[in-house]
């Protein structure tokens, strides 16, 4: 039987943990699942995509994923490009509010159009985290404000760092 292999895209500016909650849940569709940190955005991020790709590996290695499960790449250029140079089959996408709907809709039709051998899973937000955006983090950090509720103790302090800087 064929492995099953997700990319889960996103900017991941700074990963959150309705992100982590995201990736534990994926787990149960997929062999091996992949974190595509984004590099090429129209999204200005305050961390380069290395950065958020190191970050995003250090909660999984805190959550106890394996490499071989789970792992977080960088990517540039196209993601159904990405997903086939990683063999993947499924993309998934995380939805938190109806207003995610139309715009992952038309995503995952474009990428369907672009890719036909590769689907797209949506996946709701928990009701614990569908408030949750990093954007909002970032602003409540920059404040100075507590994250730790929102984001893992490595991510809270990198934040703590850059906006202290």
């Known amino acids: 039987m064929k492995q099953r292999i997700a990319i889960y895209p996103g900017t991941f500016d700074p990963i959150t943990k309705g992100h982590m909650d995201i990736i ?6 997929c062999d091996k699942l992949i974190i595509a940190v984004a590099d090429d955005i129209p999204k200005t991020p305050i961390f380069a995509a290395d950065k958020r790709a190191e970050m995003v590996q250090t909660d999984l290695e805190h959550m106890g994923l394996g490499k071989q499960a789970v792992m977080a790449m960088p990517f ?25 709907f139309e715009y992952e809709f038309q995503l995952a039709n474009m990428n369907l159009r672009l890719s036909p ?22 602003e ?19 934040l703590k760092t850059y906006y202290r800087d």
């Open 76 to 100: 540039s250029g196209l993601l159904v490009d990405f997903a086939k140079e990683q063999g993947a089959t499924i993309l998934i996408r995380g939805l938190r509010a109806v207003s995610d």
């Open 117 to 138: 051998d590769i689907q797209t899973v949506f996946l709701p937000a928990s009701d614990t985290h569908q408030f949750l955006a990093s954007s909002m983090v970032k």
């Open 24 to 29: 534990r849940r994926a787990l149960s569709v």
């Open 140 to 158: 409540i950090a920059r404040l100075g404000g507590d994250v730790s509720e929102f984001v893992s103790k490595n991510v809270a302090e990198e």
